[in-house]
């Protein structure tokens, strides 16, 4: 069946960085947009990033300049990488897959969740 797994959530300061990775398997990984999206608490999920199947990356507006979302098909890996972090942005990172050609930062958009992976941002 089809798994995602997230690591490299964590505890970090105000201006500090974190890299999350999510490892794909049991799908093709290259026929998939890839996606972050991101939950605080008493929040809805909010859309984060997204890469195409071709690599060509979304964001949202906030995160935008401060995150970079991107894939490794040899590895069915995604990754996150998180600079200048806020604490504005601590939440539970889900990494998320949907088939196809379509990207879109709809959470309805996609097919397989993971677990996800807590990032904590303290002042």
């Known amino acids: 069946q089809v798994q995602l797994v997230e690591s490299g959530g964590g505890l970090v300061q105000a201006g500090g960085s974190l890299r999350l990775s999510c490892a794909a398997s049991g799908l093709t990984f290259s026929r998939y947009a890839m996606a972050w999206f991101r939950q605080a608490p008493g929040k809805g999920r909010e859309f984060v990033a997204a890469?195409?199947?071709?690599?060509?990356?979304y964001y949202a507006d906030s995160v935008k300049g401060r995150f970079t979302i991107s894939r490794d098909n040899a590895k069915n890996t995604i990754y996150l990488r998180m600079n200048n972090l806020k604490p504005e942005d601590t939440a539970v990172y889900y990494c998320?897959?949907?088939?196809?050609?379509?990207?879109?930062?709809?959470?309805?958009?996609?097919?397989?969740w993971g677990q996800g992976t807590q990032v904590t941002v303290s002042s």
């Open positions: 998320a897959a949907a088939a196809g050609r379509i990207v879109t930062s709809e959470y309805t958009g996609y097919d397989y």
């Open positions: 890469i195409s199947r071709g690599s060509t990356t």
